[in-house]
Nanobody, 118 residues
Framework: QVQLVESGGGLVQAGGSLRLSCAVSGSISNFYAMAWFRQAPGQERDLVASIIAGGTGNYADSVKGRFNISQDNAKNTVYLQMNNLKPEDTAVYYC????????????WGQGTQVTVSS
């Protein structure tokens, strides 16, 4: 069974940086798209960034110019570099992968908490 395991969350001051990692069990090449979502308390889970076949990233307007998604196929890992963090970035961040080899077509990680203090 494919697993996605996030790491790298934590507490950071506004203006700081964090890098989230999502390790894929098995080959990341089995996923045609990888993405990061986030969910703040009482809010819906929203798409933050996505990358298709390890190509160019796409971003929500709220994070453009501050976040960068990348993929390392050799390490079966996708990253989310987050710079100039703001308190409104506080949320649980989830890794998502879409693959025809996964039941339901998509897999999710367990989430990692990011808290940005003002």
């Amino acid at each position: 069974q494919v697993q996605l395991v996030e790491s790298g969350g934590g507490l950071v001051q506004a203006g700081g940086s964090l890098r989230l990692s999502c390790a894929v069990s098995g080959s990341i090449s089995n996923f045609y798209a990888m993405a990061w979502f986030r969910q703040a308390p009482g809010q819906e889970r929203d798409l933050v960034a996505s990358i298709i076949a390890g190509g160019t990233g796409n971003y929500a307007d709220s994070v453009k110019g501050r976040f960068n998604i990348s993929q390392d196929n050799a390490k079966n890992t996708v990253y989310l570099q987050m710079n100039n963090l703001k308190p409104e970035d506080t949320a649980v961040y989830y890794c998502n992968g879409r693959s025809p080899f996964v039941t339901g077509g998509a897999a999710w990680g367990q989430g990692t908490q990011v808290t940005v203090s003002s």
